[in-house]
C-alpha cells in the first residue's frame, strides 16, 4: 500500500475479528467513513491500516458500529506490553479449551461405560436436564466470544466464522435438549444428545486458536526487535550536567552522551568524540561503522569502543528507525492482488456455507435413512463446524508478514506487498551507475608525474590550488592530499573557470588545472599525452592535467569506483535470467567502460533525469517486467514508473520515498536476495491459499455425507471441530517457515 502524497497513515488495533469475513466487515466500515483514502485490514496480527485525512475517533467509531473494537496504535508501543496481552490471550483460550475438553471427554468417556442413565428412564429424566445446565454453563464459559460476536453479526445482517461456530453448537445443545423433552415420540436412533460434541467442539475450536494466537505471535518478532532497539532513556546535558531524562523529553538540537556499549537514542551528528557503532539490526551489514566529528548516528544503533556528544536532529516518530518501523507495519498490512481474491471469496464464505448446511439438513430429511432427522441435524452441523474460513483468511497475511520481518533483519525494507508479489515476476532490471553500481564518491586513481616533480609534489600542487575551489571532483583530491599528509601551498589570484578548471599563481609561477580545454585555450600543448587521456577516459576515468608555466607536469585520473558486490550481484541477476541495464546521464566511454568491469553489456548513456521514466515506460510496453534500481533525485520518476522500484538506502530522501523497496546499507547483492524472497514467498502463498481452498472443497462434501452412500460413512461434529482448528494451524506453521528458509 503506497501512501499518498499528502495523506497520513494510521494504524488500528482491530479486537474482536476471528475468521476472514470479519475482515471484509471491518474494511467496509473504515471505508465507509469520510475522509478515507484506503483502507487495508490484517487479519494475521489483527490490525487497520488507514490512509487519508479521517478524523481517528471516526474511525474507531466505525469500527464499534462493525460489532468490533478498535484503537488508535501510536508511538513506539513497547513490545513487553504487546507480548503479556497475547501471552494473556493464550492462556485465556488454553484455559477455556481445557474446561470444555475435560467435561466433553467425561460426558464421553461415562456413556460409553454406561455410567449414565437412559434418557427415557426415570433417573435419567432428571439427571440429564442436569447436564443440560451444566453443558450450557461450560458453552458460556468457554464460547460467549463465539456466540457475541455472532449475535453482533446478525445485528448488522453479517455473518461470519462466529456465525458457524454459534449455529453449530447451538443447534447440538438445542437439539439434545429436545432428545430430552420429547424422547419418547422421537424414533429410536434420532434419540440421542450431543451436549458432549457441543463442547468438544468447542475446545478444539479454542484449542487450535491458541496454538495459532501463539505461532502468530512470531510472525512480528521482526517489529518487536526493531521496537526494542529504542532505548527508553537518553542522558542529556543540561545546564553543564549529564541527566538521564525518558526518550520522550529529548529535544531538537540538544547535547546527548553515548557511552561505549549502549544504544544510540535518537538520530543526530557527532560534535565531539570517536567511536565505531554497530549498525547491523538497522542495515545487516556486521562491520562495525567508524564515527568521528560530523558523521550521521542513528536511533536504536549500539555504540561500541568510545564516549561521543552528538546533537539531536531527529527525534520521536521522525527518527530513521521509527520511519523504518512505520513503513514495516505498512508493508505487513498491504495485500498483494492475490490476498484480495482470497478477501472477495471468504467475504461471501460465510453464506454460502449456511445454505449448504440448510440444503444438507433438508436433502438428509427428505431423503435420509432413519432416523433422517438425527442424520440430518448432524451433517447440516459438522458442515457448519468444518467449514470456517480462518485458514483462507490466514493464508496471505501471516506469510506477507513473516516475509517482510525477515526482510526487514537483513537490511532489506518492504514497503509494500505488491512490490513482494511482483518482484519475483520481474524480466528486466535496469540500474543507474552512479551510487548504485559505483560507489558515488570520486577518488583519486593515479597520479602520474611527467617532469622531474615527484607523484607527491603533483599531488600537493593539484591539491593546493583546488582547495579554493567547489567543483565536486577537488574534495577527492584534497582527500587524498590529506592522506598523505601533503601540507597545502599558498595560492594567489585564483580563477576557477567553469567547465575547464582552475588557474592560480604560486611562487610567481602560473598554475593550471583542468581538462584538455582548459590547456588549449591556455595555449598550454598536450598533445604528446593523448594517447595517456584516451587510455585513462576508457577505464571509466577522468583525467585532468596539471601544468607549470605553460609546461604539463603530471596528470591526475580521479574516477567512482564501482562497488565490491556489483559485478557478484550482476553475474547473480543474469543467472535467474533478468535482463540487465545500466542507464546512465554519464558520456558513453565512461558509462562502457564502468559497465564492462560490473559485467553489464545493455548500457544507455547520456540520458536526462527526466528521460529515465522514458525508459522504463519503453520496455514495459516491449512487454517486460522492469524493475529500477536507483539512489538519486533524478531517479525518483523512474523508481515510481518501474513495476518495482528498488532505492539504495544510502541514497536521497525523494528516491526512498518513491522506491517499493528500499536496500538500506546499499549492496547491490541485496537486490537477487528481493527476488528469491518475493519467489519463496509467492509460492508460500500459494501453498496457504491451494490448502485452505482444497481443505474447505473436500471437506465441506464429506461433512454433508457424500461419502455415506458409497461407504457409510459420515464425519463426526467433534473430528470436524479438530480439522478446523488444524487447517489455521497448518498455514501458520507452513509461513513461518519462511523465518528459516535460504533463498
Known amino acids: 500500500m503506497k501512501i499518498e502524497e499528502g495523506s497520513e497513515a494510521l494504524r488500528l488495533s482491530i479486537l474482536g475479528m476471528r475468521c476472514a469475513g470479519c475482515v471484509s466487515a471491518v474494511e467496509g ?7 478515507v483514502a484506503s483502507v487495508s485490514v490484517n487479519f494475521a496480527d489483527h490490525s487497520a491500516m488507514v490512509t487519508g485525512s479521517a478524523d481517528p475517533d471516526a474511525l474507531t467509531q466505525a469500527v464499534k458500529s462493525a460489532g468490533y473494537d478498535a484503537a488508535v496504535m501510536e508511538g513506539l508501543e513497547d513490545p513487553s506490553e504487546q507480548e503479556a496481552q497475547e501471552l494473556q490471550r493464550y492462556r485465556q483460550l488454553m484455559k477455556k479449551a481445557a474446561v470444555a475438553g475435560a467435561f466433553g471427554a467425561l460426558l464421553m468417556l461415562t456413556e460409553q461405560l454406561g455410567w449414565l442413565p437412559d434418557i427415557g428412564s426415570p433417573t435419567g429424566q432428571w439427571v440429564w436436564p442436569e447436564i443440560a445446565l451444566v453443558t450450557l454453563g461450560i458453552m458460556m464459559y468457554s464460547g460467549w466470544h463465539f456466540y457475541s460476536g455472532a449475535a453482533k453479526s446478525l445485528m448488522l445482517k453479517q455473518a461470519n466464522m462466529d456465525t458457524l461456530i454459534a449455529l453449530g453448537t447451538g443447534s447440538a445443545w438445542l437439539y439434545s435438549c429436545i432428545v430430552i423433552d420429547y424422547y419418547g415420540i422421537l424414533p429410536s436412533l434420532a434419540k440421542h444428545a450431543y451436549f458432549e460434541a457441543a463442547v468438544v467442539i468447542l475446545a478444539f475450536i479454542n484449542l487450535g486458536t ?38 520522550e523529553q529529548v529535544g531538537l538540537g540538544e547535547t546527548l552522551r553515548v557511552r561505549p556499549g549502549e544504544k544510540i537514542p535518537v538520530d543526530g551528528v557527532l560534535l565531539e568524540g570517536h567511536s565505531t557503532v554497530d549498525e547491523s539490526m538497522l542495515t545487516g551489514e556486521p562491520l562495525p561503522v567508524e564515527k568521528a566529528v560530523g558523521a550521521p548516528v542513528v536511533a536504536g544503533t549500539m555504540n561500541q569502543t568510545g564516549s561521543f556528544l552528538f546533537t539531536a536532529t531527529r527525534i520521536g516518530r521522525d527518527t530513521a528507525l521509527a520511519q523504518i518501523i512505520k513503513s514495516v507495519r505498512q508493508a505487513q498490512s498491504s495485500k498483494p492482488d492475490i490476498a484480495r481474491l482470497a478477501d472477495k471469496i471468504s467475504g461471501v464464505f460465510v453464506p454460502v456455507v449456511v445454505a449448504i448446511s440448510v440444503l444438507t439438513f433438508l436433502v438428509w ?18 458442515v457448519l463446524v468444518i467449514a470456517c474460513p480462518c485458514a483462507l483468511g490466514l493464508a496471505t497475511p501471516i506469510s506477507v508478514m513473516v516475509a517482510v520481518g525477515r526482510a526487514a533483519q537483513s537490511g532489506i525494507l518492504i514497503r509494500n506487498g505488491d512490490a513482494l508479489q511482483t518482484a519475483g515476476k520481474l524480466t528486466c532490471l535496469i540500474l543507474d551507475k552512479t551510487g548504485t553500481v559505483t560507489e558515488g564518491k570520486p577518488v583519486v586513481v593515479s597520479v602520474e608525474a611527467l617532469s622531474d616533480r615527484d607523484e607527491d609534489s603533483i599531488l600537493q600542487l593539484a591539491a593546493s590550488i583546488e582547495s579554493g575551489s567547489e567543483h565536486p571532483l577537488a574534495a577527492s583530491i584534497l582527500a587524498a592530499a590529506e592522506q598523505k599528509q601533503l601540507k597545502l601551498q599558498k595560492m594567489t589570484q585564483f580563477e576557477a573557470i567553469a567547465g575547464f578548471g582552475v588557474s592560480a599563481l604560486c611562487d610567481g609561477q602560473r598554475i593550471l588545472f583542468g581538462n584538455n580545454a582548459l590547456m588549449d585555450s591556455k595555449d598550454v600543448k598536450f598533445t604528446h599525452v593523448n594517447d595517456r ?25 580521479v574516477a567512482d569506483p564501482i562497488k565490491k558486490d556489483s559485478a557478484a550481484a550482476v ?47 519503453m520496455l514495459q510496453q516491449q512487454g517486460e517486467n522492469v524493475g529500477m534500481v536507483g539512489d538519486g533525485i533524478n531517479d525518483a520518476p523512474a523508481l ?22 528500499v536496500i538500506l546499507q546499499g549492496s547491490l547483492l541485496k537486490v537477487p536476495e528481493v527476488i528469491g524472497l518475493s519467489k519463496v514467498t509467492v509460492t508460500n502463498i500459494k501453498q496457504n491459499l491451494v490448502g485452505a481452498f482444497f481443505y474447505n472443497t473436500i471437506s465441506i462434501p464429506v461433512a454433508a455425507g457424500l461419502l455415506y452412500p458409497l461407504f457409510g460413512v459420515l464425519l463426526n461434529p467433534m473430528i470436524a471441530g479438530a480439522a478446523m482448528a488444524m487447517s489455521s494451524l497448518t498455514v501458520v506453521t507452513n509461513a513461518n517457515r519462511l523465518r528459516w528458509m535460504k533463498w
Not at 432416523?371 to 451433517?379: I, R
Not at 584516451?534 to 577522468?542: D, K, P, W
Not at 518495482?644 to 518513491?658: C, F, K, N, Q, Y
Request: charged content about 20%.
Open 533 to 557: 587521456l584516451e587510455t585513462l577516459s576508457a577505464l571509466g576515468q577522468t583525467p585532468m592535467l596539471l601544468a607549470v608555466d605553460d609546461t604539463i607536469v603530471g596528470i591526475i585520473a
Open 571 to 617: 553475474a547473480q541477476l543474469k543467472a535467474l535470467g533478468i535482463r540487465v541495464i545500466m542507464v546512465t546521464g554519464d558520456n558513453q566511454i565512461t558509462a562502457r567502460a564502468i559497465a564492462q568491469q560490473a559485467g553489464i553489456t545493455e548500457v544507455n548513456a547520456q540520458v536526462l533525469p527526466q528521460d529515465k521514466a522514458e525508459v522504463v515506460k
Open 29 to 35: 466500515a473504515l471505508a465507509a467513513v469520510e475522509g
Open 365 to 382: 430429511y427428505a431423503f435420509g435413512p432413519d432416523p433422517s432427522l438425527g442424520y440430518a441435524f448432524v451433517t447440516s452441523m459438522t
Open 210 to 247: 491458541g496454538l495459532e494466537t501463539r505461532a502468530r505471535g512470531k510472525t512480528s518478532s521482526a517489529i518487536r526487535q526493531l521496537i526494542g532497539l529504542q532505548p527508553r532513556t537518553a542522558r542529556v546535558i543540561r545546564n553543564g550536567e549529564d541527566c538521564d531524562i525518558p526518550i
Open 640 to 661: 515510481a514508473q518501474a513495476n518495482v522500484g528498488l532505492a539504495i538506502g544510502t541514497g536521497t530522501d525523494v528516491a526512498i520515498e518513491s522506491a517499493d523497496v
